[in-house]
């Protein structure tokens, strides 16, 4: 699944590139799974771990970014697969909702 695929691109300076993508809130659900982060611990490693594939990264991702509390990952850029030690994760527990507001958003 390429989640670039219904993003529209344009032209800059003889160069075709994607317009900026538009990333949906991961609802709170009870059947989320919270893990804390160890050394090396990735989000496409995690993603592999949790969902079989590691392209779903971003869900993971999103789902910890911007959210309230002393260990989350507010500071960190959406775009990087490295996790600092000692962070809790939440890993939501379906992302066929994500992927499909992600898409709606973006098209």
Known sequence: MNRYQNIPKTKIDGNLVYQTSRYPEVPLSENDIYVYSTQGDRFDILAQQYYKNSSLWWVISIAN????G?????SLPQSTLVIPEGIQIRIP?????????FNEINS
Do not use: K
């Open 65 to 68: 970014t911007g959210n309230a």
């Open 70 to 74: 002393a260990n989350t990952l507010i």
């Open 93 to 101: 527990a379906t992302y066929d909702n994500v992927i499909n507001q």
